[in-house]
């Protein structure tokens, strides 16, 4: 599994696989990411784990409407390069500054 941080706000747009964009027709299914229930508190903005299968290399990542709608600073779109795997993600986790924690998502 591959991980990343996604702040409030934020949703995940497109997804990259080996073969370039994830085809939903070719996999016949969606690319599983899930959001966890553990997250941080970092530069005082809230970031929430999320967990990918290995398939994917690269997701894009965008704020919402409504987050656009709030912050005149929202960058328009943002790519995330880089997954991590879960030794850095626990290195992450145990840097921030405060850890976050809410009962099993529904």
Request: hydrophobic letters at 45%; proline letters at 3%; aromatic letters at 10%.
């Amino acid at each position: 599994m591959k991980y990343f941080f996604l702040a409030d706000g934020w949703t995940v747009g497109r997804v990259w696989e080996f073969g370039g964009l994830w085809n939903e027709n070719a996999w016949r299914r969606k690319p599983e990411i899930v959001r966890l229930n553990i997250g941080l508190w970092e530069q005082n903005e809230k970031l929430w784990l999320y967990r990918v299968e290995d398939a994917v290399i690269m997701v894009e990542v965008k704020p919402t409407d409504r987050a656009s709608a709030n912050s005149a600073k929202t960058i328009g779109q943002v790519v995330l390069k880089r997954l991590m795997d879960a030794e850095q993600a626990i290195e992450r986790l145990t840097a921030a500054e405060a850890l976050l924690n809410l009962r099993p998502l529904e």
